[in-house]
């Protein structure tokens, strides 16, 4: 097979002029996806998590976790509004254990 032109305006040129639908931005993606992300020690078995606020309502996101022991780590109290500029949620795990969660946002 060989080239159809020398001027890069032939059948399988890259230059055709760009599509909206040929961007890959992460504002075009539907589906779900990490919208925050850390790790925190739980002392004395519990911490609060705060993170800025995010766009829409808690009921759109969940908190995913995993710990480094084998205590059971839970969400003691889901994403909520803190204050105007920041959700928090709790998390319990074991005493000085590390925690590494996500908060995701819900979608398909």
């Known amino acids: 097979m060989g080239a159809t032109t020398t001027q890069g305006t032939g059948l399988g040129a890259a230059n055709k002029g760009k599509s909206p639908y040929n961007d890959l931005a992460v504002s075009k993606h539907i589906g779900p996806r990490i919208m925050a992300a ?23 996101y969940v908190v995913l976790l995993t710990g480094t022991s084998p205590s059971p780590t839970f969400v003691s109290k889901s994403l909520h509004k803190a204050t105007e500029e920041a959700w928090a949620f709790s998390l319990n795990s074991g005493t000085r254990d590390e925690v590494f969660w996500s908060v995701v946002k819900i979608g398909i």
Do not use: Q
């Not at 850390?38 to 759109?60: A, Q």
């Open 38 to 60: 850390g790790k925190s020690t739980c002392k004395d078995g519990s911490v609060s998590v705060e993170i800025p606020r995010l766009s829409g309502v808690p009921e759109m």
